[in-house]
């Protein structure tokens, strides 16, 4: 007897409100194909499951589930992962897509944006083109792309270097790395940190980085709050928006 064919990984998109007050309407951030896809997929992966059910449950509002929420199932990744990333190769994820190998399909979901880019989820992308199961990103909201976008700045050479330290003095030194690297070969600096300490990496960026840098914020994505801003570091001091940073923001800089 034939094995059953497999099933698929669906890498679905999350909104970009998490951990925000407000939350804009599902339908307004997710196209309706990726909620159709997401509502019929039986099994989950993801990094913690009480906001995938929270998740669902909206999907489920603007597209019924083909289950209930209470009947999926979901599996959490490793909290170590979450920590240290997956991205090494260091965790086996080939146990996780076991539904799919009997013919499930699955969902891999982060906490918000697309999952395995600036979150965790690259381990289980990997394990299933090992195991022959077929890939498929859907479309949805993708912070890091939207703040480049609205950044101004080049958008043909950059990179993605994650959260800076958060010690005042390794900070500012990887600040001023990465201003050189930005001036010296045009390459846009993309970065992140958790929304409390927002006010205080702006605060250093403004003080390390010189006058002719080029800074772009982007806070707030997605929401009727959001936000972008984009000038020089001179400009910045002088006419520092007096928005609030206490939302996720993307930092970028270059020239």
């Not at 059953?4 to 998109?13: H, N, R, S």
């Not at 998490?18 to 997710?30: E, H, K, R, S, T």
């Not at 390794?170 to 940190?193: D, H, Y």
Request: aromatic share 6%.
């Amino acid at each position: 007897m034939s094995a059953p064919p497999k099933g698929k990984l669906y890498l679905v998109p999350a909104p970009l409100d998490f951990g925000c007050d407000v939350q804009a309407p599902l339908q307004n951030v997710i196209p309706l194909g990726t909620l159709q896809i997401a509502a019929a997929l039986p099994c989950w992966i993801c990094e913690n499951a009480k906001s995938t059910r929270a998740y669902l449950k909206r999907v489920g509002e603007v597209q019924p589930l083909l289950q209930p929420v209470q009947a999926l199932q979901i599996t959490e990744l490793p909290r170590e992962v979450h920590k240290k990333g997956d991205h090494g190769g260091g965790f086996d994820a080939k146990p996780l897509l076991k539904a799919a190998l009997e013919g499930h399909n699955i969902g891999l979901v982060s906490e918000a944006g697309m999952p395995a880019i600036a979150d965790p989820g690259s381990s289980v992308v990997r394990a299933a083109h090992e195991l022959g199961i077929q890939v498929l990103p859907l479309t949805g909201p993708m912070s890091l792309m939207l703040a480049l976008a609205a950044s101004g700045l080049n958008g043909q050479n950059f990179a993605f270097v994650g959260y800076l330290p958060q010690d005042g003095g390794e900070r500012n030194q990887r600040i001023r790395e990465l201003e050189s690297l930005a001036l010296k070969t045009g390459q846009t600096q993309i970065f992140i940190e958790t929304p409390y300490r927002n006010s205080a990496l702006l605060q250093a960026l403004l003080q390390t980085l010189q006058a002719n840098t080029r800074l772009a914020l982007s806070c707030g994505l997605s929401l009727p709050t959001g936000w972008s801003h984009s000038a020089g570091v001179s400009a910045w001091k002088r006419d520092k928006p007096a928005a609030p940073l206490a939302l996720p923001t993307v930092f970028c800089i270059g020239r």
